[in-house]
């Protein structure tokens, strides 16, 4: 099924690896995938949910997309436009387009600068002059986020997380995105507060017409307030569908471990082993998760899987997955 | 989880009664006024400020309150607190305040008046040797920190030989030569930045240009590990041998010899701030490099730099109290604490006055920067802050 309205952003076989370097001279010995072949395509006004372990590259490839690391490798079109290839000079009004909220809400800002600096920063950017009006515009952003206007000559530490993560958003909102990439914007937080923030972005969203790349370990926030999940392992896609389908009916072992994870989750007709630590070496050749999958065959150990659609927009990196009971819902798009 | 978002959700929680607003300079001096050792510091250095700056008044001009100069052979060697004799003096060459509040020296000079004007010295010694050196070292630390994975590239390398050499050529008094270097120099700076902008691959014969030497980091860390190599005090020796002695060349010399430390304290803080997010949602937003340094990163790298200027402006001072203890520092008459203490070595059992007055001056001024900058240390360190 292909998506009638051009994507927002669309992501192309990203790649970023790391070098590392040992030893007195400093070579390079080998490589972190970080990033290793990732699609994505967000539509607009839409949620595409990011989701993996510590350290499987998501923070990674919304930085990518940021412009704030170079890709090594593949293509980001936002609107359709090639990014990648642009210098910084030639991407500067793009940046405007996009924006990013960090995780963390201590160093995602100035200590040094008020509220009202961080997010004039941003005003000024957006081309509007003339002190009054730049005041106009901050007390704006404060009370489109939730923050009192008087907050604005106060510093970040005497804000509170979930308060701070609103001046965040705020300095984001200032230019005037149309795509913001929240990395991990909650997991720092309260759980009283996360539900804050996560109303607000939706809130922000409805008002506002954004589209959001959602990165989060957090499953139940994700199945919330995403339309769309990728499931990331080792620097790869490994299942992309709707949100509900995801929840519903996940087919990739390594989903079925996430979600197995997850406390109170529905019950999955196939069980991993629940948190199987590595038994083999990692595969060189074969499937990433081959290493820890229980279902792991001969087939995993020689080639890595290719993207298989299951279903409707749902698709499994897995060579098990068409013979797995994982689309039930969705019987007409069964292969 | 709430599905529905209210206008209370989007309110934070405790806005209402927020504590009074207190900027981070308001949060230091109000830590500062809770350590007293820092606060005693800061008082003497203000007390000793004043004293300088006083003493810098009465003791020069053409004919001023307190000569230091004024020798009075018949007077030498009086012990503090004693009453000049008024019959064997003429009447200008009495002591303003009646006595000799801290005796007089070998050649019957006024040692009090001496010291008021050495403190000056000391002070500007002090301030222009570590404002030298911490220009230089935030210049060098900030360059080698935020943009030191960037490589030097032979075109570089050229360009700065052609300036060099045009410079060179200059002081020959050969100026077309020299005005032809600069202009192809720079011509070809300004070539290579506009290719830059363009994408497009350099030509062949051109590609050396680009060849890419050592990192920027490599070259300003290893030039300050050579730099640290030299025992400074020999190095600061050896130029001043070479160099007309005049208070502005100790001054210069010795900010030029003790950069080093703060290159690396703010190389260390540039490189720490440059990885945190604040600094990225700056690029994010496309905000300008200059922008980044001296609005984002250069407030929150001051803290360091302040605590090891205040610790080298006691160093510089003993520096130059050790160069005019060997007679290589300000040149006679001109008093410092440094050659008033050489000057009274040779009496020091029987005018010990002569080398306590500098000696304990030194020790209390030193102290007291020092302990300024121990505790600013400790009030500027966000750990302890917190605590508070």
Redesign the interface.
């Known amino acids: 099924m292909i998506s009638k309205v051009t994507p927002l952003l669309r992501v192309e076989a990203l790649k970023k690896y790391f070098p590392v370097r040992r030893g007195f001279l400093q070579q390079v010995g080998g490589c972190v995938r970080a990033v290793d072949g990732v699609d994505l395509e967000i539509q607009p006004k839409q949620t595409l949910g990011l989701v993996g372990e510590s350290g499987c590259g998501k923070s990674t490839v919304a930085r990518l997309i940021m412009r704030l690391l170079t890709p090594d490798g593949g293509t980001v079109r936002f609107d359709g436009r090639e990014i990648t290839v642009l210098n910084e000079r030639a991407f500067k009004p793009l940046r405007k387009q996009i924006q990013m909220i960090f995780q963390d809400p201590y160093s995602s800002l100035n200590p040094r600068m008020t509220v009202a600096q961080t997010i004039s920063d941003g005003v000024r950017m957006a081309g509007i002059k003339g002190k009054s009006d730049q005041r106009k515009r901050i007390r704006q952003l404060l009370e489109m986020v939730g923050m009192p206007v008087a907050s604005a000559g106060r510093y970040p530490h005497e804000f509170s997380g979930g308060q701070r993560q609103r001046v965040g958003i705020a300095r984001a909102l200032s230019v005037s995105p149309q795509l913001i990439l929240c990395d991990e914007p909650i997991s720092a937080l309260d759980v009283s507060i996360q539900a804050q923030i996560i109303n607000l972005l939706k809130d922000l969203q409805a008002e506002l017409g954004l589209s959001y790349l959602f990165i989060s370990h957090d499953l139940n926030v994700v199945s919330y307030i995403c339309d769309h999940v990728c499931v990331m392992y080792r620097g790869r896609i490994v299942e992309s569908a709707p949100a509900s389908d995801l929840f519903d009916h996940p087919c990739h072992p390594y989903t079925l471990r996430l979600l197995a994870a997850v406390p109170e989750t529905t019950e999955v007709g196939w069980s991993p082993q629940v948190g199987a630590g590595s038994q083999r070496a990692p595969l060189p050749d074969g499937c990433a998760f081959g290493d820890q999958c229980p279902d792991c065959h001969d087939d995993c150990v020689i080639e890595p899987p290719a993207m298989v659609r299951v279903g409707g927009q749902h698709y499994v990196r897995c060579w098990n997955a068409t013979r797995r009971q994982c689309s039930a819902a969705d019987p007409e798009g069964r292969h | 989880?709430?599905t529905t978002?209210n206008p209370v959700?989007?309110?934070?929680?405790?806005?209402t009664h927020?504590?009074p607003?207190?900027?981070?300079w308001a949060e230091t001096w109000h830590l500062l006024c809770k350590n007293r050792m820092a606060l005693t510091g800061l008082v003497i250095f203000l007390v000793f400020f004043g004293v300088a700056v006083a003493g810098l008044t009465v003791t020069s001009g053409k004919d001023p309150i307190l000569d230091p100069a004024r020798v009075r052979l018949q007077e030498k060697l009086r012990p503090p607190f004693s009453a000049p004799k008024t019959d064997s003096l003429r009447s200008e060459e009495l002591p303003a305040l009646g006595i000799y509040i801290l005796g007089t020296d070998d050649l019957g000079r006024d040692v009090f008046a001496r010291m008021l004007q050495g403190a000056w010295v000391s002070l500007t010694v002090g301030f222009v040797a570590v404002g030298i050196a911490v220009g230089i070292g935030i210049l060098l630390g900030g360059i080698s920190g935020y943009y030191g994975r960037q490589y030097i590239q032979s075109g570089h390398i050229l360009f700065w030989l052609l300036l060099v050499l045009a410079i060179v050529l200059a002081f020959q008094k050969i100026l077309s030569a020299a005005a032809v270097l600069l202009i192809v120099a720079i011509a070809g700076w300004l070539w290579k930045k506009r290719h830059d902008?363009r994408?497009s691959p350099l030509p062949v014969c051109l590609k050396w240009i680009a060849l890419p030497t050592m990192q920027v980091d490599t070259l300003i860390m290893r030039a300050v590990d050579i730099m640290l190599c030299f025992p400074s005090f020999f190095l600061i020796l050896t130029v001043v041998a070479l160099l007309p002695p005049s208070i502005y060349n100790i001054m210069v010399i010795i900010g030029l010899t003790s950069w080093m430390g703060t290159t690396r304290f703010v190389r260390a803080e540039f490189l720490s701030l440059r990885e945190?997010?604040?600094v990225?949602?700056?690029?994010?937003?496309?905000?300008s490099d200059t922008r980044i340094i001296f609005?984002?990163i250069m407030?929150?790298a001051v803290a360091p730099v302040l605590v090891s200027a205040t610790l080298g402006i006691a160093s510089a001072m003993l520096t130059e109290a050790g160069l005019s203890f060997l007679g290589f520092g300000v040149p006679p008459p001109h008093a410092t604490w440094g050659n008033i203490l050489s000057d009274g070595k040779a009496f020091i059992f029987d005018a010990p006055w002569l080398t306590f007055a500098p000696g304990v001056a030194i020790l209390i001024v030193v102290l007291a920067f020092n302990l300024f900058g121990e505790g600013m240390r400790d009030i500027l360190n966000p750990k302890l802050r917190e605590r508070n």
């Open positions: 989880m709430a978002a959700d989007r309110m934070g929680t405790d806005e927020m504590p607003s207190r900027s981070p902008r994408v945190q997010d604040f990225a949602a700056a690029r994010a937003l496309g905000i609005r984002h407030p929150n």
